[in-house]
């Protein structure tokens, strides 16, 4: 069972940093593109970014280039987002997302919350 | 980005009728060159992770009931639910890959 569970989530002001992790279990973790995609109150979901199975290739939404940093640990299972010079405007649940071809999301985590706010 | 406009924002439909959602995308997210549409649907329960339903616009996911169906091409897309039942409560999302990842607003659909 493909299981993905993130974490690190919290509240903290604006210009503070964060970095989200995510566990995944019940798949070959290195083999797939992973991604987060958040969701701010009251709003639609919003892709952030993306990450190749190899971690070689990064891609980025433009709200956030240059402010966040997907990395991966294979030897993990492990998805990370760090978030640097936060602005209310990130507030948003986090989600982890595995990625299959076409690419479509077919899994997804529960979630964690990012408060910014000052 | 190709932005992608849901109708209506909520639904209620009583048990048993069809429940109908609609996606409009910004420009075309049909691939000539595949020949598909690069679009998919999310079903959203409170409290649960969102769970894909279809994706290439009309291809159910393994497991998922055949009262759920996608229809359209090009920039108009369609989720049906032929007959609904209670545990199809949830917001519904649809999702353009042809550029990067875009969603639509959501839509709430509610039991009458």
């Known amino acids: 069972e493909v299981r993905l569970l993130e974490s690190g989530g919290g509240l903290l002001q604006p210009g503070g940093s964060l970095r989200l992790s995510c566990a995944a279990s019940g798949f070959t973790f290195s083999t797939y593109a992973m991604s987060w995609v958040r969701q701010a109150p009251g709003k639609g979901m919003e892709w952030v970014s993306a990450?190749?199975?190899?971690?070689?290739?990064?891609y980025y939404a433009d709200s956030v280039k240059g402010r966040f940093t997907i990395s991966r640990d294979n030897s993990k299972n492990t998805l990370y987002l760090q978030m640097n010079s936060l602005r209310d405007e990130d507030t948003a649940v986090y989600y982890c997302?595995?990625?299959?071809?076409?690419?479509?999301?077919?899994?997804w985590g529960q979630g964690t919350l990012v408060s910014v706010s000052s | 980005d190709i932005v992608m406009t849901q109708s209506p924002d909520s639904l209620a439909v009583s048990l048993g009728e069809r429940a109908t959602i609609n996606c409009k995308s910004s420009q075309s997210v049909f691939s000539s060159f595949s020949n598909k549409n690069f679009l998919a649907w999310y079903q959203h329960k409170p409290g649960q992770p969102p769970k894909l339903l279809i994706n290439?616009?009309?291809t159910r996911e393994p497991g998922v009931p055949d009262r759920f169906s996608g229809s359209g091409s090009g920039t108009d897309f369609t989720l049906t639910i032929s007959s609904l039942q209670a545990e199809d409560v949830a917001l519904y999302y649809c999702?353009?890959?042809?550029?990067?990842?875009?969603f639509g607003q959501g839509t709430k659909l509610e039991i009458k």
């Open positions: 997302a595995k990625e299959r071809e076409p690419p479509v999301f077919d899994y």
């Open positions: 990450i190749s199975g190899s971690g070689g290739n990064t």
């Open positions: 290439w616009a009309s």
């Open positions: 999702h353009q890959y042809f550029g990067t990842h875009t």
